[in-house]
């Protein structure tokens, strides 16, 4: 059915419109009804409630809270109720691992001041704060396009159209999208998001900027037995199992209930077609102390997500006709702190500031160029400058020289100065994977089902749940260069660099078919970074689908 023939959506009038409901999305709303308690403002989100797709480590610096609720503290219902007492870092070798100093660390490494817990569960505890001010949320709702006046600038979103069979046919429960209209309209979709690639692609917002940078994140979530709890610590490792010219490290984080979030990050502008991040990750909790920690644990959840990684240098132009670009959508992570939610709740307090004065002095569908001015001399632009080299110099120096490099970088940085610079991040990527022949297949463990894992099992974990007749939401462009290509060159990375056994190289008698297990999909989008062609595409699903991720 083509689209003149579809029934016409509804419509609904708002200020604002707000694509994802995460800290960026929420601190945003939150702070617009601060600032003017007559706008009307909707927060759409694709998960079936709010937090259900959010997972981070997570280290939370309260900067931002302290600015958006500053009273957080006294709240008993707020989740974040663990600061950090003992602060860790290790070089990890295969046998064992030695502890770097403190002193050495940059002051902006310090965690003393941070707070561990769940991202999902403060986004469960913000949004009913913003519902309280008279925000709509609207969970279960996939933004699925971009809506634009007739000059142009972005009116608002569609929301995705449901009911709609595998085949393209209306299913009997078919409905159409909503569309929701807004004088301006701010992205908080997350690390890649589809409509934030399709507007900085349109408005060719990434022109001044560096290629984007991204990593995949891997966290389990376990109960330990409460003799080896240590709440409040903080561990992360650099080295083993990554060799020196894989980028990438650990997390160990001790807060309540006996609990411990374990995660692993590969950076990837990795080259090894055959290398695995969920098998990395698998293989590093065989360590002998890590084991040790989770032997006689139980598992309770498990996640992946892309992170952005590139940094200052790769953060495009944020403001364009009618609307803006928040949070990890704009690219906000300090990648050496592995920290992105104070940056996040900052960019949504920062664009909402703006939009209201726009709003204000009757603007509407315009571009909100201050916001775009004055990100860099923020506290956000402050924090990401000090840090810009990290990323670039491990990526060119490897792990042991540039994690020096970029420690040393930092310590000049707080200081005033950099003798490097402002370094680059040379390509995408997706064009950093050698072809198969220069590398040998790796073999890694096979899961013991106690300390390490499989795929299928973990998925479970994450209560990831699609509708399984519906069109596929992962889009290959070209099945020919997929398997001329992919396949062929570089051994079908596709397999390993997902987390979560979405596609499969299916060995036929008419040759490999390139299988996609949709309903496996963990929305991390590592395929729509990865994929050395840039062949694969990730879209929303129907609204409601994906993880439920409990706290995570």
Wanted: with cysteine; aromatic share 10%; net charge negative.
């Amino acid at each position: 059915m083509s689209a003149e023939d579809l029934p016409p959506r509804e419509s609904m009038e708002f200020d604002v419109v707000i694509v994802g409901a995460g800290p960026s999305g929420l601190s945003a709303a939150i702070r617009l009804k601060q600032l003017n308690p007559e706008l009307s403002i909707v927060v759409v989100e694709k998960g079936s409630e709010v937090g259900a797709h959010i997972l981070s480590g997570a280290v939370i610096d309260p900067a931002g809270l302290d600015k958006l609720v500053p009273d957080w503290r006294d709240d008993a219902d707020c989740p974040l109720k663990t600061q950090v007492k003992d602060d860790r870092f290790y070089w990890t070798t295969s046998q064992g691992w030695f502890r770097l100093p403190n002193f050495i660390m940059p002051p902006l490494m310090n965690n003393h001041h941070c707070y561990i817990g769940s991202l999902g569960n403060v986004c469960r505890w913000l949004a009913p704060k913003a519902e309280a001010l008279g925000v709509e949320i609207y969970p279960g709702f996939a933004a699925a396009e971009v809506l634009y006046d007739d000059k142009g600038a972005v009116r608002g979103i569609a929301t995705g159209d449901m009911g709609i069979a595998r085949d393209g046919s209306h299913k009997d429960s078919y409905t159409r999208g909503m569309e929701l209209l807004g004088k301006y309209t701010l992205f908080a979709e997350g690390a890649r998001g589809s409509l934030s690639k399709q507007l900085i692609a349109k408005f060719n917002l990434d022109a001044n900027s560096e290629p984007p940078k991204f990593g995949i994140g891997l966290k389990e979530v376990w109960q330990i037995d409460p003799a080896k709890h240590k709440k409040g610590r903080v561990q992360h490792t650099l080295g083993w199992p990554l060799n020196d010219r894989t980028g990438g490290g650990s997390f160990l984080y001790h807060y309540d209930d006996n609990r411990v979030a374990v995660g692993f990050v590969v950076h990837l502008n990795y080259n090894d077609p055959y290398l695995s991040p969920f098998d990395e990750f698998q293989r590093f909790k065989t360590h002998p102390d890590v084991r040790e920690l989770f032997e006689g644990g139980k598992r309770l959840a498990y996640g992946a997500r892309a992170i952005t990684e590139g940094g200052y240098q790769s953060v495009p132009r944020l403001s364009f006709p009618g609307g803006a670009l928040i949070g990890c959508a704009a690219g906000f992570v300090n990648v050496p702190r592995i920290k992105g939610v104070h940056n996040a709740m900052g960019s949504g307090m920062l664009a909402a500031e703006h939009v209201a004065a726009a709003l204000g002095a009757g603007r509407a569908n315009d571009e909100l160029v201050e916001y775009e001015n004055a990100w860099r001399s923020s506290a956000i632009g402050k924090d990401l400058f000090k840090v810009r080299n990290a990323k670039p110099l491990l990526s060119k120096f490897g792990n042991m020289l540039g994690t020096v490099l970029s420690g040393f970088d930092m310590w000049c940085n707080t200081l005033g100065f950099s003798l490097f610079g402002t370094q680059s991040h040379a390509k995408p990527d997706r064009k950093t994977l050698d072809p198969s022949k220069q590398h040998q297949p790796i073999a890694y463990p096979k899961p013991d089902g106690k300390i390490s894992f499989d795929k299928l099992s973990s998925v479970f974990l994450s209560n990831t749940n699609h509708e399984e007749d519906q069109p596929v939401h992962l889009k290959v462009a070209d099945l020919n260069l997929q398997k001329t290509s992919e396949h062929d060159v570089f051994a079908g990375p596709s397999n390993r660099y997902c987390p979560a056994g979405v596609y499969e190289w299916v060995e036929e008698s008419t040759g490999p078919r390139f299988q996609i297990n949709a309903q496996n999909c963990v929305h991390c989008k590592t395929c729509d970074v990865k994929d050395p062609n840039g062949n694969i595409t990730w879209v929303p699903p129907e609204g409601g689908g994906g993880p439920n991720y409990e706290a995570m």
